[in-house]
Nanobody
Framework: QVTLVESGGGLVQAGGSLKLSCAAS????????MGWFRQAPGKEREFVAR????????DVARSVKGRFTISRGNAQTTVYLQMDNLKPEDTAIYYC????????????????WGQGIQVTVSS
């Protein structure tokens, strides 16, 4: 069983930045591949970014490419999502997800999920 806890969300003006964190436990979660998804009101959950357990492979959605960066901490149990040049359309609940195998951009490929954290971008 893997527990994921997101932090770092909040309210920011358009053009601003936020850095989300996802703390995974237990320590063996450092061998899990991780992803970030988001869900806006009335919309389906969508892929944002993913990173391999080594941190050597990353992928981001086209809609956030060049603005969002995914990374892992030194202990590998924390995953970050640096979000720059935020836009109102980035407003959503952001979820962290984990999977023992390399998973793609579909939400149903991930076994473990955090509770989500709100990100609101004002215009």
């Amino acid at each position: 069983q893997v527990t994921l806890v997101e932090s770092g969300g909040g309210l920011v003006q358009a053009g601003g930045s936020l850095k989300l964190s996802c703390a995974a436990s237990p320590r063996t979660a450092n061998q899990y591949n991780m992803g970030w998804f988001r869900q806006a009101p009335g919309k389906e959950r969508e892929f944002v970014a993913r990173i391999s357990w080594t941190g050597g492979s990353t992928d981001v959605a086209r809609s956030v490419k060049g603005r969002f960066t995914i990374s892992r901490g030194n202990a590998q149990t924390t995953v970050y999502l640096q979000m720059d040049n935020l836009k109102p359309e980035d407003t959503a609940i952001y979820y962290c997800a984990a999977q023992p195998t390399w998973a793609g951009p579909r939400a149903d490929e991930y076994r473990y999920w955090g509770q989500g954290i709100q990100v609101t971008v004002s215009s």
